[in-house]
């Protein structure tokens, strides 16, 4: 396997996000050069990027040797294909060695930026996944198993969800090497589970009782706008349960051991590992 040896930066868009940190923290750990890409620019992203402004693409790929693409709000929205299209092609301008696309699992509209994003280049990589195991610590879900009720618009269908920490471990190595390039690794956790079953896991992490709540999407929207989700990401989300949490995503793949050589991580082992990180500890 060959592996870049280039002291140039590596571009990490979305980089301050829940996967992009964990890259980055990778990424740094490594000794490689890290430049974070932000829309306002910050200390934390000092380079002002905007997916829908591309008049400061060019000073964010300047001298990178790759690219880490998470588009937002999402791959599978109308128009992402046009802006993945124009990105990518500046990027391969640019002279950068490697693309890694962050992509959706079963999402018509993802499956086209993928399409585009191996066609600019050789050397990219797509890293394809659905539903986060730390959606339930960190993100829309976190109240709910604060609060003991996951309610959502999903009943009985299964979801092998997957490890941030897998996610960043598959991404980091693809952006340092060439051993999957012109690849889609399509990552999963190694067992479907129903909302209800990811319940009764969450309360043996807690030790305390959490249950799921399947909602009709209208309901959903309403309990996350009121809790303060900005009412367009409440109908993005209420979206994605109903385009892609209808089984078609319940098939596990062993992508994770063939690529890192270890198994994918169980979603109780997530649990009490952020049970224990104390992820679902109410403030004082």
Same mark, same amino acid.
């Given at each position: ?47 002002p990027f905007d997916w829908h402004d ?46 890694v696309l962050l992509s959706g699992r ?27 195991? +730390? ?5 829309? &879900?976190?109240?709910? $198993? /604060? %609060? =003991? #009720?996951?309610?959502?618009?999903? !009943?009985? @269908? ?34 479907a589970l129903t909302f209800t079953e ?34 367009? +990401? ?5 979206? &994605?349960?109903?385009? $892609? /949490? %209808? =089984? #078609?995503?319940?098939?596990?793949? !062993?992508? @994770? ?28």
């Open positions: 396997m060959a592996t870049s040896t280039n002291t140039a930066p590596v571009l990490l868009t979305g980089g301050t996000g829940r996967t992009g940190r964990r890259v980055a923290d990778r990424l740094r750990a490594q000794g490689r050069q890290v430049r974070i890409a932000s829309r306002t620019g910050t200390v934390a992203a000092p380079v591309d008049a400061g693409w060019d000073a964010a790929l300047a001298g990178t040797s790759a690219v880490y693409v998470c588009y937002s709000p999402d791959l599978a929205l109308p128009g992402a294909d046009t802006v993945i299209d124009a990105f990518t092609a500046r990027a391969v301008r640019h002279g950068v060695e490697r693309i079963g999402e018509d509209g993802a499956k086209a930026c993928e399409d585009i994003a191996l066609a600019a280049s050789a050397a990219t990589t797509v890293v394809r996944c659905s539903w986060f195991q +730390e959606n339930f610590s960190e993100h829309f &879900l976190l109240g709910g $198993v /604060l %609060d =003991g #009720r996951i309610a959502v618009p999903a !009943d009985q @269908v299964r979801e092998p969800f997957v490890s941030l920490e897998d996610v960043a471990d598959v991404a980091t190595l693809a952006l340092t090497g060439d051993a999957h390039a012109g690849e889609v690794l399509e990552l999963t956790g190694p067992e990811v319940a009764r896991l969450l309360s043996g992490a807690t030790d305390r009782p959490v249950e799921h709540v399947a909602l009709t999407p209208a309901d959903f929207v309403a309990e996350l706008t009121a809790a303060g989700v900005h009412p367009e +990401e409440a109908d993005g989300l209420a979206w &994605l349960f109903q385009e $892609v /949490l %209808d =089984g #078609r995503n319940t098939a596990t793949t !062993d992508t @994770v051991e063939r690529v890192l050589g270890r198994p994918a991580t169980p979603f109780d082992a997530f649990a009490r590992r952020a049970a224990a990180a104390g992820a679902w500890t109410r403030d004082a």
